[in-house]
């Protein structure tokens, strides 16, 4: 707690995000199954490690191992395992959306039938330009 002018203040709390990064002592769950930690199993964060971009967790777990290397999309707090569920239910139907979208999309746009992925990112005036050099050379 603060002191101003003579007063006790709070200090303001820090808002816990799905993201926000675990510290040493914080309770976490597994959101995976791991070796020997099944999935929903609870543990304590021992370490954290890694840079602003990369950082990996030591994670003493209640069933016993103790698990290094951990990324924060394989832990959750417990308090946000529901938060936690929502967004990979999310994320699975926008995935799975965008696949059969993906999947139907270049075999509508090739007119010829060739449906290989290189074809659709090059420009269809330079396809025509090589498919009639390949025919000059080719007799």
């Given at each position: 707690?603060?002191?101003?002018?003579?007063?006790?203040?709070a200090m303001p709390r820090t808002v816990l995000e799905l993201d926000t990064p675990f510290r040493?002592?914080?309770k976490v769950v597994s959101t995976?199954?791991?070796?020997?930690?099944?999935?929903?199993?609870?543990?304590?964060?021992k370490l954290v490690n890694g840079l602003q971009t990369w950082i990996r967790y030591w994670v003493k777990f209640d069933n016993g191992p103790?698990?290094?290397?951990?990324?924060q999309n394989q832990l959750v707090r417990p308090t946000m395992v529901d938060a936690w569920n929502e967004r990979e239910a999310q994320l699975a139907l926008v995935g799975s959306?965008?696949?059969?979208?993906?999947?139907?999309?270049?075999?509508?746009?090739?007119?010829?039938?060739?449906?290989?992925?290189a074809a659709g990112l090059i420009?269809?005036?330079?396809?025509?330009?090589?498919?009639?050099a390949k025919a000059r050379?080719?007799?």
């Open positions: 707690m603060g002191v101003s002018s003579g007063t006790l203040c040493p002592g914080e995976q199954d791991l070796q020997g930690v099944p999935e929903g199993t609870r543990g304590k964060v103790m698990i290094g290397q951990l990324s959306t965008a696949s059969t979208s993906a999947a139907a999309t270049p075999a509508a746009e090739s007119g010829d039938g060739d449906a290989s992925g420009p269809a005036a330079i396809l025509e330009r090589s498919k009639a050379l080719l007799g």
